[in-house]
């Protein structure tokens, strides 16, 4: 199971911070890192997350995640955005739930034969059906557009799983952190999560960000619940000299 920090936009326009951040998150025993990339009427420049980073800052976190042998990874929801930036060499892309329903976008980079992860916040089980059909190697992230943990719907994972031939993955947005535990339960192929500075602050993904100094912790975690599932099979066994003592 791969671990991706989403920083999306936390970083807030700053290109040295959005490094700073990539650098911090080198350290921990995570797979991957995501950045986000909105459609360009989103950006005004009078809101600090509303700045875009410089181009030449994807391409320098592209080499620092590479030399420590990391994913890198962009979330995006329009082609435009993909066509921008796909000279950088990205691990996978990530279509954001907004974007579930971007033809265009998702034969542009499924026909470049780069991995992607569709988020599908905004679809029921038949949508992601009919697309799983089409996208065949696309991996599938529940999710769901809600910061309440009853919202999670975690056995949805499972309920993917099971019906779809495609990889199954999960997005945290809970503002209840430990979803992610159950989360982990039911084996995804990866969970995404987000990330955040340690300085309190407004971020964009504020509640359902996880602040830095705390991923450490959180990853110990998951990795154990990871460890412990094991393949469901009971077989016999030998008691162990112990229970006699």
């Not at 989103?42 to 620092?64: A, G, H, P, Q």
């Not at 971007?102 to 542009?108: E, F, S, Y």
């Not at 089409?134 to 769901?144: E, Q």
Request: glycine share 4%.
């Amino acid at each position: 199971m791969k671990l991706i920090a989403e920083i999306g936009l936390n970083h807030l326009g700053n290109d040295s911070k959005a490094i700073s951040i990539v650098k911090k998150c080198l350290s921990l025993d995570i797979d991957g890192i995501t950045l986000q990339v909105q459609p360009t009427k989103y950006y005004n420049n009078k809101i600090n997350y509303k700045r875009e980073l410089r181009k030449e800052t994807y391409f320098k976190i592209s080499k620092i995640i590479k030399k420590r042998k990391k994913l890198f990874g962009l979330a995006l929801m329009d082609e435009f955005s993909y066509e921008k930036y796909k000279d950088i060499k990205f691990n996978f892309f990530k279509i954001l739930s907004t974007a579930f329903n971007n033809k265009n976008l998702i034969d542009k980079i499924y026909r470049s034969k780069n991995n992607v992860y569709i988020s599908t916040g905004v679809a029921d089980l038949n949508e992601i059906k009919k697309k799983g059909v089409n996208y065949p190697k696309a991996n599938f992230v529940h999710t769901s557009l809600s910061d309440k943990a009853k919202d999670a719907n975690i056995s949805a994972i499972y309920s993917m799983k099971k019906n779809l031939k495609n990889a199954v993955s999960f997005g945290l947005h809970s503002k209840n952190h430990e979803v992610i535990f159950g989360a982990t339960s039911f084996s995804p192929h990866s969970i995404f999560f987000y990330i955040k500075p340690d300085k309190n602050c407004y971020y964009p993904d504020n509640k359902h960000a996880i602040k830095i100094k705390n991923i450490s912790d959180m990853v110990k975690k998951v990795r154990l619940i990871n460890s412990c599932i094991g393949n469901g099979e009971k077989s016999k066994k030998k008691i162990p000299g112990w229970v006699f003592k």
